[in-house]
């Protein structure tokens, strides 16, 4: 949850959650906003990097920048029914946080007092490191769907960014220059997450990412020609390290009944019973999308050992049809990596079939390097045929 008037102290609960009537009426104004007929979770959601996509990046502009270690929220920035400025922060699950902290101000270009209001912006809140060993939140803007009513989101990507900077991103930034104190004040400090040309693969590797203060977890390559699509978007390409290739699953544990031993029955226990103290059959589910008893298909076996288990059983937290991040370990065995209790479902099962391609598939950083100038010639080269074209007009 976040302090009255400072920093968050949650990224996973970075507000007052909106239920019932509330969220129901905020999902409607934000469909109308986009104008949008279904009220679901209306970000883009990346695809999984792949060989071929190598190609792709040779024959259309991307953009790349860092994949933080965060939390994926769409800012939304609304007027509350007083007429004053008011903030939202929807998540994946499309769950509504009101920032209750009332310092959050995004002035307008001209009017430091006035704000901006049906404005929605994409992006990812995480935890900087401070020299001093503290950690601050910062909400880090990588997209803009729609700015004070105006949709961009068939603008190319340079210019739904640019938009962004010049109507709220510089009077924001001027506003702590003015006034530094109040930076202190905040929930969370708002920055532009910094994008490369897509062939600036080196750059990446040896200068942004050694940098960063938060984690990260890979590269995203973004199409700059395309619109801003809801849902699954082919021109968004998530890149991960080989290793760090994972997937969402639902776990379900299943726990031998087993007969009791010589000095079980000398204790009076005669009846079989369920051992919940042995290693479990653990077995991963994935989402089908369908709804009733089809909801979910078994996809794997996932390896627990004796050790991990005690560790697990030692959180006292329910285990059993939890959403579990899994990966592949040496021996091609899934492992859990992590929960995930920001997510409310497993992947769908076309997700995981472009996970799995990725693994068999796998890119690595060596690939890219040597793709990049490739990449770079072919940039150049459309670039020059569009100077070419303006001139001949």
């Not at 953009?63 to 007027?79: A, F, H, M, N, Q």
């Not at 900077?165 to 109040?182: G, I, M, S, T």
């Not at 973004?222 to 801003?228: A, E, I, K, L, V």
């Not at 859990?336 to 796998?362: G, M, P, Q």
């Amino acid at each position: 949850m976040e302090g009255p008037d400072g920093p968050i102290t949650s990224i996973a609960e970075p507000g007052v959650k909106a239920e019932g009537q509330l969220l129901y009426s905020m999902r409607k104004e934000v469909a109308e906003l986009l104008g949008r007929h279904q009220t679901s979770f209306p970000g883009a959601q990346p695809v999984s990097f792949a060989r071929q996509h190598l190609e792709e990046l040779t024959k259309q502009d991307y953009y790349v920048c860092e994949k933080s270690d965060g939390i994926r929220y769409l800012l939304y920035s609304t007027s509350d029914e007083g007429g004053g400025e008011a903030h939202y922060l929807i998540d994946r699950k499309n769950d509504y946080w009101f920032i209750t902290n009332r310092n959050l101000h995004f002035p307008l270009e001209n009017d430091q007092g006035a704000f901006h209001t049906a404005t929605l912006v994409d992006g990812e809140l995480v935890w900087d490191s401070l020299p001093n060993g503290k950690a601050e939140p910062r909400f880090l803007v990588f997209d803009c769907l729609v700015m004070d009513g105006n949709k961009l989101m068939d603008r190319t990507l340079d210019k739904r960014l640019a938009y962004f900077k010049e109507r709220l991103y510089n009077p924001y930034k001027k506003l702590f220059k003015d006034f530094p104190d109040e930076l202190r004040f905040q929930p969370f400090y708002v920055e532009m997450k910094p994008f490369q040309l897509g062939y600036g693969i080196e750059m990446m590797f040896k200068q942004v990412l050694p940098s960063l203060k938060h984690g990260n977890d890979g590269l995203i390559f973004t199409c700059r020609n395309t619109p801003y699509k809801h849902g699954t978007d082919p021109h968004i390409l998530k890149w991960k390290p080989p290793e760090e290739n994972t997937v969402d699953c639902r776990l379900r544990l299943t726990f031998p009944t087993v007969e009791p031993d010589e000095l079980e029955r000398r204790e009076g226990m005669t009846e079989p019973f369920v051992d919940y103290d042995s290693v479990p059959k653990a077995e991963l589910f994935v989402f089908t999308g369908d709804s009733g008893p089809d909801r979910y298909e078994r996809f794997h076996d996932v390896f627990i050992t004796e050790d991990e288990w005690e560790i697990l059983k030692g959180l006292n937290d329910p285990l059993d049809d939890r959403i579990v991040e899994c990966n592949l370990d040496d021996q091609t065995r899934w492992r859990i990596v992590r929960f995930r209790d920001d997510k409310s479902e497993a992947n769908h099962k076309s997700t995981i079939t472009s996970v799995l391609e990725s693994i068999n598939d796998r890119v690595s950083d060596k690939d890219l390097y040597k793709a990049a100038s490739r990449i770079r010639d072919s940039w150049k080269a459309r670039q020059a045929r569009a100077d070419q074209e303006k001139r001949s007009r």
